[in-house]
């Protein structure tokens, strides 16, 4: 069986300024956004619809960081330099997934139905780049920065 990085260790392998467990706990964005966003998405489950979104609310004034509390999100997420990240209600994001700053996984439908990206594992989005309505990308890809991305991108594709 495969052993699993812990989320730490998989931080620590993508950021060269990371120096420990205790500096990427207390002061990195992505890691105190997605402690706010477990703890929203169990109010979300539970149909406490308005506290999960409230929590959020405080998550994104706090970090920047603005992420649904339905959205789908695996293992070893790491949002870089955070500022400006939108990840929207009906995302659905693979395991060891890398986003930069100013990132969106947005929707384009108004209707009640999945209308956001879904991004394999091993994914890397560089900063900036939008990927815009219910488009796949998958694993092992990597978008360059500042794309808009509309189709999905086969599995190991380099976006420059």
């Known amino acids: 069986m495969e052993k699993r990085e ?8 993508r950021d060269p300024a990371a120096r420990n467990s205790w500096q990427i706990f207390w002061l990195y964005p992505s890691v105190i956004c997605l402690r706010w966003y477990k703890v929203a998405k169990f109010f979300y489950k539970i149909h ?3 506290l999960a979104e409230t929590i959020m609310h405080i998550a994104r004034k706090k970090t920047g960081i603005e992420i649904h509390p339905a959205a789908k999100i695996g293992r070893n997420l ?6 400006g990240v939108v990840i929207g209600e009906t995302t659905i994001i693979g395991d060891n997934v890398t986003l930069y ?3 969106t996984l947005g929707g384009t439908s108004f209707k009640k139905a999945p209308r956001h990206p879904i991004v394999g594992d091993n994914v890397i989005i560089g900063a900036g780049t939008k990927i815009i309505g219910r ?9 360059g920065p500042n794309k808009v991305i509309r189709e999905d991108v086969p599995e190991g594709a380099v976006i420059k």
């Open 78 to 83: 790491f949002i870089d330099h955070g500022m």
């Open 6 to 13: 812990k989320y730490y260790q998989s931080i620590k392998r």
């Open 101 to 103: 700053q100013g990132v």
């Open 48 to 50: 406490w619809k308005f």
């Open 135 to 143: 488009v796949t990308i998958g694993s092992n890809a990597k978008i």
